[in-house]
T-cell receptor, first 112, second 113 residues
Framework: GENVEQHPSTLSVQEGDSAVIKCTYS??????FPWYKQELGKRPQLIID???NVGEKKDQRIAVTLNKTAKHFSLHITETQPEDSAVYFC???????????WGAGTKLIIKP | NAGVTQTPKFRVLKTGQSMTLLCAQD?????MYWYRQDPGMGLRLIHY???????AKGEVPDGYNVSRLKKQNFLLGLESAAPSQTSVYFC????????????FGQGTRLTVV
């Protein structure tokens, strides 16, 4: 079936360094790609999203890039801070079954 | 501004018992969803609704039923709980069908013993 693969499952970076999380999707007709952040014990919250007609989108320290040919998209966090520690989920909207398919999540650890 | 509210927050059930989880949203969203979250598996869609009086199956619907009698409420029922249904359940709602921001409830931690 359709799926979204997310890597790495755990990422540890030094405070101030950059973090990159990558996702690949299987349905070439997918056209909406959100990223959610889930802090420990909290609900997932949208941090940034991108649609298939755009290659890159930025919001302060966060950016998302999309490569439709390779069917992958990435989350970039620059100048990481302790409050960036969380689990990050990518997702892709599959036009084949009108459902949002989620990646398994990446636990981001910011080391002081 | 309540957003999406789930009740209860925690519940322990014995195998075979039944229960209903309630989700309420005050944003006038048409679309509502029930997910389960298990370690290392992300979020999996159980059932969803595209409007009052409608429901549809998601990725993992077996063992669950849902109802959307009112636009603002989406109920998830477990008729005969099994240990495999131990999970954290999240309700969410959105303005458009999963192509815009989904707003999540605070989650319900369910343990079936």
């Amino acid at each position: 079936g359709e799926n979204v693969e997310q890597h790495p499952s755990t990422l540890s970076v030094q405070e101030g360094d950059s973090a990159v999380i990558k996702c690949t999707y299987s349905d070439s007709a997918s056209n909406y790609f959100p990223w959610y952040k889930q802090e420990l014990g909290k609900r997932p919250q949208l941090i940034i999203d991108i649609r298939s007609n755009v290659g890159e989108k930025k919001d302060q320290r966060i950016a998302v890039t999309l490569n439709k040919t390779a069917k992958h998209f990435s989350l970039h966090i620059t100048e990481t801070q302790p409050e960036d520690s969380a689990v990050y989920f990518c997702a892709a909207f599959m036009d084949s079954n009108y459902q949002l398919i989620w990646g398994a999540g990446t636990k981001l650890i910011i080391k002081p | 501004n309540a957003g999406v509210t789930q009740t209860p927050k925690f519940r322990v059930l014995k195998t075979g018992q039944s229960m209903t989880l309630l989700c309420a949203q005050d944003m006038n969203h048409e679309y509502m969803y029930w997910y389960r979250q298990d370690p290392g598996m992300g979020l999996r869609l159980i059932h969803y609704s595209v409007g009052e009086g409608t429901t549809a199956k998601g990725e993992v619907p077996d063992g669950y039923n849902v109802s959307r009698l009112k636009k603002q409420n989406f109920l998830l029922g477990l008729e005969s709980a099994a240990p495999s249904q131990t999970s954290v359940y999240f309700c969410a709602s959105s303005y458009m069908r999963q192509k815009t921001e989904a707003f999540f409830g605070q989650g319900t931690r369910l343990t079936v013993v």
